[in-house]
């Protein structure tokens, strides 16, 4: 598979990205949700959104500092302008920056995003790079998000599992038919998942 990582109290620029460590880790980590770090308070702090977002922009065409600058307003704000610039970087060689790039299209969905998603998912060697895709999915409602999902739940790490778990119950939303596929593979991943927190998030 491709490639991912996002400890609680780090910066998305801070991660470590050999995928031999941070397999090891993720394989033990089940964490909270990688976007609950957002000021909430970012409005009533009067800080100017649109202009933070323009200066993003800019960065996203930079070096890779810069890009992963940018990319962090984005795991925060919602810009459609930012569509074309992200959608390149799920292909960048570095995990942290693809990491990073799944997490900004899960805060700004974008429906020309949601086949490199799955890909990602499904073929990504970097176990947090999968990981901040199953957790982007719960955005898509796109059908081909659903048999992907219930593969990673199956058969992935456990911090990639947890997500897929929590996507799976969002996904199930969206119609009879995904709600019957999901709730079955729900069902079974609760009697026989290893993990205590994979288990929870399949309730």
Known sequence: MTKNKDPNKEGLAEIAIDPDVLAKELALELEIDPLEQI???A?????????????????LK???????????IF??????????????LLDQPCPVERMSAVYALGRNPCPSAVEKLVSLLETDDNAYVRRATAWSLANYDDQIVLKPLISALKNDVAAVRLWSSSSLAEIGN??????????????ISLKIDNESGVRSNCI
């Open 39 to 41: 000021d909430e308070d």
């Open 43 to 59: 409005f009533s702090k009067g800080l100017n959104i649109t202009q933070e977002c323009n200066e993003a922009l800019k960065k």
């Open 75 to 88: 795991c925060e704000y919602r810009d459609q302008r930012s569509f074309p610039l992200l959608l390149p």
């Open 62 to 72: 930079g070096n890779r500092e810069e890009r992963i600058q940018g990319l962090r």
């Open 174 to 187: 969206v119609s009879f038919e995904n709600a019957q596929l999901a709730a079955e593979q729900l069902l």
